[in-house]
């Protein structure tokens, strides 16, 4: 298997043909690892595949990886969501590229919005940190019940029960964008300024 030879890109509704192998591997994940990830149905994730929410990682016509987005608290946050990778092409730097191409369909659509994530996986913690995620408590995370309503398919909903939302074995981690713009120069501000002051006199 040559990673060079896997296309990331950004899905489009034609790729929602794979949303029931998706599903699939979501679940088998799940069991392997018996903790974290929540079940999905095909209709939701063809819906996140038809939206433009979805990234898909391809060798040739096999779907071997995927992740999406979705927003919460009225644009306030988008949750990165589902990344998941046939077994056969882990080890290999692919969920990496898949979580950038994420991150990247992320800022590009709410560019405003707190990104975060909520995960068991060290090796997604992992990126997440290299991107610039920082860990933080659910009480920084969308208020959004509909979002922790999306919580019962997995196997320990019920601890996320009993401590309130407090905590639960996830952990999560927000990116807050805020944080990372960079200032702007004298030069840049006053280039922003006279753009504004041309529009005003057309």
């Avoid at 034609?14 to 209709?43: P, W």
Wanted: proline share 3%.
């Amino acid at each position: 298997m040559s990673e060079e030879k896997i296309c990331v890109e950004f899905a489009e509704a034609e790729h929602a043909k794979y949303s029931e192998r998706i599903c699939n591997l979501i679940y088998e994940s799940a069991l392997q690892r018996g903790t974290g990830i929540a079940r999905r149905s095909t209709d939701y994730i063809s819906r996140k595949i038809t939206g433009g929410k979805a990234v898909v990682a391809l060798d040739g016509d096999n779907l071997v990886g995927f992740s999406y987005i979705e927003c919460w608290g009225h644009g306030d946050f988008v949750a990165t969501s589902g990344l998941i990778v046939d077994p056969q092409y882990r080890h290999a730097g692919l969920a990496a590229r898949i979580k950038e191409k994420t991150f990247e369909l992320a800022r590009m659509k709410f560019p405003y919005a707190k990104i975060f994530s909520i995960t068991t996986s060290l090796p997604v913690m992992k990126l997440n940190s290299r991107i610039g995620y920082k860990p933080v408590t659910f009480s920084e995370l969308t208020d959004d019940e509909e979002f922790w309503q999306g919580c019962q398919g997995c196997v320990n909903y019920d601890i996320l029960q009993r401590n309130n939302r407090r905590m639960c074995l996830c952990t999560g981690m927000l990116y807050d964008p805020a944080e990372h713009q960079a200032p702007q120069s004298k030069e840049q501000l006053s280039r922003g300024v006279l753009g504004k002051l041309l529009k005003i006199r057309k």
